[in-house]
């Protein structure tokens, strides 16, 4: 029974996410009552959301899989690691086995949490739940054992959850959203290190007196704020690097900008089929809690996103993104997909320091260095992801796929080590855990202060 | 008539689709035709314009020709029915 179980969901992986996922998400979607004709509808929208991923796919790999061959050999600069940036890797993270059993169980632990009032926030952002089975899938492929990677996902997803909470008081100010928290991974992680890193840039005498103006910023770097003018720019810049000539330097120009343009538009296809089911369970959730005015409804960083110094600072951080990837030792990452996201990761340092441009791009900077050597790192782990689901890779084409931020977050990567039993990593969990409690302690000594004087 | 309207999130990809699907649905029942775009914040001023509408999830920085809405009910679903209707009313008198 066990055995034929298991020849089963070998055969319906075996299909692919194109035909795999549709009819997983059909099955989930009528689990919590779609009705079936948009169920059907939906989840053929995911397949072809695939087949077009796999379209754009094609085309970046046949113009930076030469390219950065020709980097190498031209310039001795060796970035072979492809930066898909987060959609693809969501994309490929709702194909994992593990992603449906992450949904439920994280709609349970966030049910049981908010129960025993250990948490106020009810993420009803289904979507970026993926992030909680993007770091199972991670252990569940590393350690080939699926109740390791659900423990870690549940872990992260309480995590996160927690973050939110902490973070809920001064996003609700700073931001300007009441009753709202913020449960997104690939920002929630970093609140904790701007915390730190304001504090630490406090003691620095002159760098504590320095503030930039966001308007100016935007102003003059406003043209790394476009996904197709970055993949313009860094192809061309590519190019001339890689001494092509000059067709093919604005050719590798076009391609890459027109691949920063579409293949995020392609996930957005893969999105449009997830909705009915990601409406449903939020509609549950929210009918579940009606009228509660104590907790938090947990939203996507987008919510917050449009807060001029973190527009600034993220546009300040892109083209510093490329320097650092060619100048940090150990990194083989070319930052690409990811370039035009680095709002979100820098949406909760900029929190942190309420705003001050200059301190958030100085603690930006060792972050994205982390970020790049863990993306690095992890590719490895990404691409035997990939090929698990059956993620098509371009004939031909046998480099490594990874996401700048998504992948190089070194919250997941901490995780995936701990679990893999490494020493360091292991070490680290009572030391960042002492840090983030005096960290925790400040921070509500300062709010309660920040009332006395009211 | 034909309207068009931006819809903006933090990347342009996934918040931005829901409330672009809910208000594209909307607006078809009550007869606007509607042609949309999805962008990031930083994109948004390219577009300025070009739109009858701006219709964002988050606080856009920038002083617009263009008319903004703030799509938050529609996320958090709370005073979503009256915030699209308002959005009907803006169309139908652009």
């Given at each position: 029974m066990g055995?034929?179980?298991?020849?089963?969901v070998?055969y319906?992986?075996?299909l692919?996410?194109?035909?795999?996922l549709p009819i997983?998400i059909f099955?989930?979607?009528?689990?919590?009552r779609v009705?079936v004709t948009k169920?059907?509808r939906s989840a053929i929208?995911i397949?072809?959301?695939?087949v077009g991923i796999?379209a754009i796919?094609g085309?970046?790999?046949?113009?930076?899989?030469?390219?950065?061959q020709a980097?190498v050999k031209?310039s001795g600069?060796?970035?072979?690691?492809?930066d898909?940036g987060?959609?693809p890797?969501s994309?490929i993270?709702w194909?994992a086995p593990?992603?449906p059993f992450v949904?439920?169980?994280?709609i349970?632990?966030?049910?049981i949490m908010?129960?025993f009032?250990?948490t106020?926030t009810?993420?009803?952002?289904?979507?970026n739940?993926?992030?909680?089975?993007?770091?199972?899938?991670l252990v569940?492929?590393?350690?080939?054992?699926?109740?390791?990677?659900?423990?870690?996902?549940?872990?992260?997803a309480v995590v996160?959850?927690?973050?939110?909470?902490w973070c809920?008081?001064?996003?609700?100010?700073?931001?300007?959203l009441p009753?709202i928290?913020?449960?997104?991974?690939?920002?929630?992680?970093f609140?904790p290190i701007?915390v730190?890193g304001?504090?630490?840039?406090?003691?620095?005498p002159?760098l504590?007196k320095?503030k930039?103006d966001?308007?100016t910023?935007?102003k003059?770097?406003g043209v790394?704020?476009?996904?197709?003018?970055?993949?313009?720019i860094?192809g061309?810049l590519?190019?001339?690097?890689a001494?092509y000539?000059?067709k093919?330097?604005?050719?590798?120009?076009i391609?890459l900008?027109a691949?920063?343009l579409i293949?995020?538009?392609?996930?957005?296809i893969l999105?449009?089929g997830l909705?009915?089911?990601?409406?449903?369970?939020?509609?549950?959730?929210q009918k579940?809690?009606?009228?509660?005015?104590?907790?938090?409804?947990?939203l996507?960083?987008?919510?917050?996103?449009?807060?001029?110094a973190?527009?600034?600072?993220a546009?300040?951080?892109t083209?510093?993104a490329?320097?650092?990837?060619?100048?940090?030792?150990?990194?083989?990452i070319?930052?690409?997909?990811?370039?035009?996201?680095?709002?979100?990761m820098?949406?909760?340092v900029v929190?942190?320091?309420?705003?001050?441009?200059?301190?958030s791009?100085i603690i930006?900077i060792p972050?994205?260095i982390?970020?790049?050597?863990?993306?690095?790192?992890?590719a490895?782990?990404?691409?035997n992801?990939?090929?698990?689901?059956?993620?098509q890779?371009?004939a031909?084409?046998?480099?490594?796929?990874?996401?700048?931020?998504?992948?190089?977050?070194p919250f997941?990567?901490?995780?995936?080590?701990?679990?893999q039993?490494?020493?360091?990593?292991?070490?680290?969990?009572?030391?960042?855990g002492f840090?983030?409690?005096?960290?925790?302690?400040?921070?509500?000594?300062?709010a309660?202060?920040?009332n006395v004087?009211l | 008539m034909?309207?068009k309207i931006?819809f903006v999130c933090?990347t342009?990809?996934?918040?931005?689709?829901?409330?672009a699907?809910?208000?594209t649905?909307?607006?078809?029942e009550?007869?606007?035709n509607v042609e949309y775009?999805q962008?990031?914040?930083a994109?948004?001023?390219t577009?300025?314009g070009?739109?009858?509408?701006i219709?964002?999830t988050t606080?856009v920085?920038y002083k617009l020709?263009t008319?903004?809405?703030?799509?938050?009910?529609?996320?958090?679903?709370?005073?979503?029915?009256e915030?699209?209707?308002?959005i009907?009313?803006?169309?139908k008198?652009?």
């Amino acid at each position: 029974m066990g055995n034929q179980l298991l020849k089963i969901v070998q055969y319906v992986l075996g299909l692919g996410p194109t035909v795999m996922l549709p009819i997983v998400i059909f099955i989930l979607a009528i689990c919590f009552r779609v009705k079936v004709t948009k169920a059907l509808r939906s989840a053929i929208t995911i397949g072809i959301g695939f087949v077009g991923i796999y379209a754009i796919f094609g085309i970046l790999t046949n113009n930076l899989g030469p390219a950065t061959q020709a980097l190498v050999k031209n310039s001795g600069i060796n970035l072979p690691v492809m930066d898909l940036g987060w959609p693809p890797l969501s994309a490929i993270t709702w194909a994992a086995p593990i992603a449906p059993f992450v949904i439920l169980i994280t709609i349970l632990i966030n049910i049981i949490m908010i129960a025993f009032k250990w948490t106020k926030t009810v993420d009803i952002d289904i979507w970026n739940y993926w992030h909680f089975a993007f770091a199972g899938a991670l252990v569940y492929s590393a350690t080939n054992s699926f109740a390791l990677g659900m423990i870690a996902s549940a872990i992260v997803a309480v995590v996160v959850i927690k973050l939110a909470d902490w973070c809920a008081p001064a996003v609700q100010d700073y931001f300007n959203l009441p009753g709202i928290s913020l449960p997104t991974l690939s920002s929630a992680v970093f609140f904790p290190i701007g915390v730190l890193g304001d504090k630490i840039i406090d003691k620095i005498p002159g760098l504590n007196k320095l503030k930039a103006d966001p308007e100016t910023i935007q102003k003059k770097f406003g043209v790394f704020g476009e996904p197709m003018m970055i993949g313009l720019i860094l192809g061309v810049l590519l190019g001339i690097v890689a001494k092509y000539d000059l067709k093919g330097i604005l050719n590798l120009g076009i391609n890459l900008g027109a691949v920063m343009l579409i293949l995020p538009r392609m996930v957005r296809i893969l999105m449009e089929g997830l909705l009915p089911l990601s409406d449903a369970i939020k509609k549950i959730l929210q009918k579940k809690y009606p009228g509660r005015s104590d907790l938090y409804i947990g939203l996507d960083i987008a919510v917050a996103i449009g807060n001029p110094a973190v527009i600034a600072t993220a546009l300040l951080l892109t083209p510093v993104a490329v320097l650092l990837a060619v100048a940090i030792p150990g990194n083989r990452i070319l930052p690409l997909g990811d370039l035009a996201n680095l709002a979100v990761m820098i949406s909760m340092v900029v929190l942190a320091t309420k705003g001050n441009v200059i301190r958030s791009f100085i603690i930006g900077i060792p972050i994205m260095i982390g970020d790049l050597l863990v993306a690095t790192a992890v590719a490895p782990t990404v691409t035997n992801i990939a090929k698990s689901i059956k993620f098509q890779f371009p004939a031909g084409y046998n480099g490594q796929i990874s996401s700048f931020l998504d992948g190089g977050n070194p919250f997941r990567f901490w995780i995936l080590k701990i679990f893999q039993g490494n020493i360091i990593a292991l070490v680290l969990i009572p030391v960042v855990g002492f840090i983030v409690y005096a960290l925790v302690k400040s921070t509500k000594k300062a709010a309660e202060k920040a009332n006395v004087t009211l | 008539m034909k309207k068009k309207i931006i819809f903006v999130c933090a990347t342009g990809i996934a918040t931005s689709t829901v409330v672009a699907e809910k208000v594209t649905e909307y607006c078809k029942e009550k007869g606007i035709n509607v042609e949309y775009q999805q962008c990031n914040v930083a994109s948004l001023p390219t577009f300025d314009g070009n739109a009858d509408l701006i219709i964002s999830t988050t606080n856009v920085p920038y002083k617009l020709e263009t008319k903004v809405v703030n799509a938050l009910p529609i996320i958090t679903g709370f005073g979503e029915e009256e915030l699209l209707d308002k959005i009907v009313d803006i169309l139908k008198e652009e």
